[in-house]
T-cell receptor, first 109, second 114 residues
Framework: GQNIDQPTEMTATEGAIVQINCTYQ??????LFWYQQHAGEAPTFLSY????GLEEKGRFSSFLSRSKGYSYLLLKELQMKDSASYLC??????????FGRGTSLIVHP | EAQVTQNPRYLITVTGKKLTVTCSQN?????MSWYRQDPGLGLRQIYY???????DKGDVPEGYKVSRKEKRNFPLILESPSPNQTSLYFC?????????????FGAGTRLSVL
């Protein structure tokens, strides 16, 4: 089976930087995804890592260490609209993605 | 416009009354799946389909059925809904199930079973 852990909730200040961690245990590994989900809406794709290292996309970056079973999503220059849930999803050996329970990020002024 | 369309968006029903939630995608994707999302539990996969006529159980399949007769459609069927199936449901699709394939989600169906 697969086990994915993320913090339940985080708070941060507008303009700051926040790092959301995700640790996982899987049988095989075929990629890790981060999705953003605003309340009551559909998840939307943010980033994808399959090799170790940092992937940067504007204000958002994602890092992966396969040997440690660890990823983080880094959000810079936080805006109020970044208040949302952030979902970590891992594809194991079966190529079927498993989602973590999500991290609810609250950005306050 | 590339999209995944679910209907209905909201549904209130009673225990035991069969219902179907439709899902359609216009991207010629092979892989489709259904999730339910409950507070504190995250997204849990109900069923998935690798291609036409190929379906398999996810983590929480009890009480649900699916079919994949055409590539674009993947309906979710609740033969005899019960209150514990009250949830927010999402359909998703991706080109394939392999490495790097991003999932695109429908807008969700909020189901209440009384």
């Amino acid at each position: 089976g697969q086990n994915i852990d993320q913090p339940t909730e985080m708070t941060a200040t507008e303009g700051a930087i926040v790092q959301i961690n995700c640790t996982y245990q899987t049988s095989g590994f075929n990629g890790l995804f981060w999705y953003q989900q605003h309340a009551g809406e559909a998840p939307t794709f943010l980033s994808y890592n399959v090799l170790d290292g940092l992937e940067e996309k504007g204000r958002f970056s994602s890092f992966l260490s396969r040997s440690k079973g660890y990823s983080y999503l880094l959000l810079k220059e936080l805006q109020m609209k970044d208040s949302a849930s952030y979902l970590c999803a891992v594809k194991g050996g079966s190529y079927i993605p498993t989602f973590g329970r999500g991290t609810s990020l609250i950005v306050h002024p | 416009e590339a999209q995944v369309t679910q209907n209905p968006r909201y549904l209130i029903t009673v225990t035991g009354k069969k219902l179907t939630v439709t899902c359609s995608q216009n991207m010629n994707h092979e892989y489709m799946s259904w999730y339910r999302q409950d507070p504190g539990l995250g997204l849990r996969q109900i069923y998935y389909s690798m291609n036409v006529e190929v379906t398999d159980k996810g983590d929480v399949p009890e009480g649900y059925k699916v079919s994949r007769k055409e590539k674009r459609n993947f309906p979710l069927i609740l033969e005899s809904p019960s209150p514990n199936q009250t949830s927010l449901y999402f359909c998703a699709s991706s080109l394939r199930s392999g490495v790097g394939n991003i999932q695109y989600f429908g807008a969700g169906t909020r189901l209440s079973v009384l």
